[in-house]
């Protein structure tokens, strides 16, 4: 019995500090994704990426904090405004932390999402010379995310976003490309109704979704 | 919580400005204390503060790309604490320089690569053939009679041909004295190509010029079909995609035949060339990050033509030629624990030549074996060595069925090289590298250093210098005569200066080759004699490449000049002579803009040269004459009405222009003492090209899309 009493006092202060450090980490996190989306510039983002990363180094095993690294070096390559070099190095950072993410999460439609964005702000840096090679893979990328997560409202803005570059390539109408937009800008309207302003879980990216359907027909 | 409210937090300050070794401040480095969430980044001045509250001794991280990593112990009591960290440089694998000298890397499948497959297909001038792609690149010289690539004074010969790092034999269509081939593979096969036109890696042996290794694709990502219609003939291929595997299976069939009775030729063709091809190609993902591909490309071909002869006034000899051909090829990269990587693979070229000419019924076998294994260790971010042993086995043999008479040899080639990468810093490199070699048949064993540097002026610009020893066994058909000839050597001396930025690329190179040992001989091919081996000679020239993609909207253009000054001691002369596939001066534009409104690209390819050295036995001295300026002007058309449509059109030098490539001359002199001749020109003076390329997928996002 007194085994079993010395048992159930270490297993009580074990789940105590665990979650207790589970509230650290979710404050730190819920701290730093505010912080990330008031980021205006790439000084700004790349605190943010810097913070994110020393969180992901003391919680190894969360995938969220190498997604949102990934997600503030995306978004420097799309807001910097340097040489291609630089901002191919911005999106080759992003790529090494969202496959730390996919090393965490197998099959994640949220970080397959990221990988197809990232892929698309590679894309946009030279699209007449990288189209041909890089556009069927952001495709293909954005098209996994959609089947694993049929409702995940960013990976089918970006695939929008997609749609809407090879129509305008082909000379094509925007129509379909459009309908997506609105669907996501729905699904985005009806996730920020189901999930708590503080939730540390992607909900970033209806900006990009009336964006879009602003500029649609 | 209780025991907490007794707890005295001491907070304490970390604050101070993060440098280089310069003391110029470096913004965006990230400061934490190790193991806790504490820590910040440094700002525009490399300044930064934050408080904590962890007290006594700590380490204090700075960390930031392009840098080495920077822990600091510190004692924290609850005050101020100013620190001075300075970062070291690292170095970044992105941003560092790269040798350039003599190279020109298409590969990677993001960065804009020199040469694409879609640019091998609408270059007008290339005609869907990857060499003549190659020929609007500096150091390469068109020669419109044979169709290979020439690069640097050097002969055809002296390119060597890579796929995957493995070696191919006969890489080039079997065709008759002055019809010029084409290249066996398809430029759809490959995402990239290394070309060099010299100074190129110790990996790289028995070349004496230049070295092309074609990179196959890795993954498709969908199952598809794709359908070819050209006018010379149609093809079909079919993707199938796995998880971990993929599977390519190709087969072409390609006859002149129908556009020959369409469009008049100069060549008195009694049998147009036709040819039918299969490939098969697979590839398997092993583990994470490692590869396994196998590829099988086998083909059957055949002509026949009338060959006048000068002075002579009917159709001259019909040539009959067939071939079978098959190259196949398994090869290997996987990367290891502790920063070793490896690759490798075996590959088989197996060539079979049938020659019927008058008399002669001659069979010409050519087989050969390489296989190579590499293994690479990063030592440090720094140094890297990287370490191969490849082996050869070549089988080259002749029978003149005719005479029932034979010859043939064996060679066994064993090949050792390592090179070691060392960065200085992030703005310099130097590589050293040393191949060692030896040959059953010569027993000969040979040493090659090679040496090169590189360094980063600014951010886009660099300076490349490459210097190196380049040795190669003759060619077939000389050493089946005396197999006791060695190899001929090349030194190179290369000096590079490359700029890039947003989308221009400015390249400058200025070389110098020095042959020794070059051949000798009197006679033809299959019957040379008095084979010698104190040839030699010397090129030398410099070449400028421009390539723009953003100052003209939706246009990409590139312009090549390259001068080269050749002369070498060969062949039948007996003395330096320019050879006739050297011109001095070589250039090449190309024009490529898309119309969206049209969804059509338009391309105009235009190269031109000074004209080709010949020899004319009617005057004194050897290579005493030289033909008109060559120029061609090829447009091109590439509609796309669909993503998976294109129509492509190209004809080239649309002028008509009557270009010369040398003339033959009778061997023995008329009554009047003179020798007769015939201009050797090309096979019709224009070549027209329609192609119809459909893409069949069931792509699953598209389909999704399509539902909704």
Not at chain 2, 201 to 216: F, M, P, R, V
Request: contains cysteine; hydrophobic residues 35%.
């Amino acid at each position: 019995m007194k085994k079993y009493g010395l048992l159930f006092v270490l297993l009580t202060l074990i789940s105590m500090l665990g979650s207790a450090s589970n509230e650290v980490y979710k404050e730190a996190m819920q701290r730093e994704i505010v912080q990330l989306w008031q980021a205006a510039t790439v000084s700004e983002l790349q605190s943010a990426a810097n913070a994110f990363t020393r969180i992901s180094s003391l919680n190894p095993e969360e995938w969220l904090p190498p997604y949102y690294v990934a997600v503030a070096y995306a978004q420097m390559g799309f807001r910097s405004d340097e040489s291609i070099t630089v901002k191919d190095g911005y999106f080759s950072q992003a790529k090494e932390h969202i496959k730390k993410a996919a090393r965490l999460s197998e099959n994640n439609s949220e970080i397959i999402a990221v990988e197809g964005f990232i892929i698309m702000g590679e894309l946009s840096l030279d699209p007449g010379a990288r189209g041909q090679n890089l556009s069927p893979l952001a495709m293909q990328a954005l098209g996994r995310a959609m089947e694993l997560e049929p409702e995940n409202p960013r990976a089918m803005i970006m695939m929008a976003q997609m749609e809407l570059g090879t129509a305008q390539f082909f000379g094509q109408s925007p129509e379909k490309a459009c309908r997506l937009a609105k669907i996501s800008r729905d699904r985005f309207a009806k996730e920020a109704s189901e999930v708590g302003k503080d939730s540390i879980y992607p909900t970033w990216g209806s900006v990009m979704a009336e964006q879009m359907t602003g500029s649609c027909p | 919580m209780v025991l907490g409210t007794h707890v005295l937090f001491a907070q304490s300050t970390i604050q101070g400005r993060v440098t280089g070794t310069k003391g110029e401040s470096i913004p965006g480095v990230n400061i934490y204390i190790k193991g806790t969430y504490d820590g910040t980044s440094s700002d525009k001045e490399g300044g930064f503060q934050f408080n904590t509250e962890e007290t006594g001794e700590q380490t204090l991280v700075f960390q930031f790309i392009g840098y080495q990593l920077l822990e600091m112990k510190v004692v924290l009591l609850g005050t101020t604490l100013e620190v001075k960290p300075i970062l070291k440089e690292g170095i970044n694998q992105l941003t560092a320089v790269t040798i350039s000298a003599g190279a020109m890397e298409a590969s990677d499948e993001k960065k804009a690569v020199v040469l694409r497959p879609i640019d091998i297909v609408t270059i007008p001038g290339s005609m869907g053939d990857i060499v003549g792609a190659l020929q609007t690149l500096p150091g390469t010289a068109t020669v419109g009679n044979d169709g290979r690539l020439f690069v640097r004074g050097g002969d055809a010969s002296e390119t060597a041909i890579f796929i995957d790092g493995l070696k191919v034999a006969n890489a080039y269509g079997t065709t008759a004295n002055n019809v010029p081939t084409r290249t066996r593979f398809s430029p759809n096969l490959f995402k990239g190509s290394f070309f060099s036109t010299g100074g190129y890696s110790a990996e790289y042996g028995q070349a004496l010029s230049s070295a092309l290794a074609l990179n196959t694709m890795d993954n498709p990502i969908r199952d598809q079909g794709d359908l070819s219609v050209m006018s010379v003939g149609f093809g079909y291929t079919q993707t199938l995609v796995r998880e971990k595997s993929s599977l390519t299976a190709t087969a072409n069939y390609l006859d002149l035949a129908p556009y020959q009775t369409l469009i008049q030729q100069n060549f008195d063709w009694e049998r147009a060339p036709f040819g039918l091809d299969a490939e098969i190609s697979l590839r398997q993902r092993l583990g994470e990050q490692g590869l396994l591909k196998a590829y099988v490309h086998t083909e059957s071909a055949g002509m026949k033509i009338w060959q006048a002869a000068p002075g002579e006034h009917d159709r001259g000899n019909l040539i009959h030629q067939r071939n079978r051909y098959t190259y196949a090829q398994t090869s290997f990269k996987q990367i290891g624990k502790n920063d070793w990587s490896y690759y490798g693979g075996v590959s088989l070229s197996n060539n079979r030549d049938r020659l019927l000419l008058d008399q002669l019924d001659l069979e010409v076998r050519n087989g050969l074996v390489h296989g190579k294994m590499v293994a690479v260790k990063d030592f440090t971010e720094k140094f890297s060595l990287k370490s191969g042993l490849e082996v050869f086995y070549h089988n080259y043999g002749e029978d003149f069925r005719s005479e029932g008479q034979s010859r043939s040899f064996k060679d066994y080639q064993t090949n050792v090289f390592t090179e070691a990468d060392y960065y200085l810093s992030s703005k310099m490199v130097f590589r050293g590298g040393l191949r060692a070699a030896h040959s059953s048949l010569a027993d000969e064993g040979w040493i090659d250093p090679r040496i090169s540097l590189a360094y980063k002026v600014r951010q886009e610009e660099q300076l490349s210098l490459a210097v190196g020893r380049f040795n190669q066994m003759p060619i077939e058909e000389l050493r089946v005569v005396k197999p006791e000839l060695v190899n001929s050597s090349a030194d190179h001396l290369i000096l590079n200066y490359l700029r890039t930025k947003n989308g221009r690329m400015v390249r400058a190179e200025a070389f110098y080759k020095n042959y020794k040992d070059l051949l000798l001989y009197t006679g033809n091919q299959y019957s040379y004699s008095d084979i010698k081996q104190n040839g030699g000679g010397y090129s030398r020239g410099i070449d400028f490449f421009y390539r723009d993609r953003t100052t003209i909207k939706n246009t990409d253009f590139w312009i090549t000049y390259s001068f080269v000054d050749s002369r070498r001691h060969y062949a039948t002369f007996t003395d330096k002579v320019q050879p006739s596939y050297a011109p001095r001066h070589n250039g090449s534009v190309v024009v490529k803009h898309y119309i969206s409104t049209l969804q059509s690209q338009l391309g105009v390819s235009f190269s031109a040269n000074d004209g080709y050295t010949y020899h004319d036995p009617n005057f004194l001295g050897q290579m005493n004459s030289k033909t008109k300026s060559y120029q061609d002007l090829g447009i091109g058309w590439s509609y796309l009405p669909r993503p998976n449509l294109i129509i492509h059109f190209a004809c080239s030098n649309l002028l008509g222009r009557k270009n010369t490539f040398g003339y033959q001359f009778s061997g023995e002199a008329n009554a009047a003492g003179y020798h007769e001749s015939l201009p050797i020109g090309q096979g019709a003076p224009r070549f027209l090209f329609l192609g119809i390329f459909l893409t069949l997928s069931k792509d699953k996002s598209a389909n999704q899309l399509n539902n909704l």
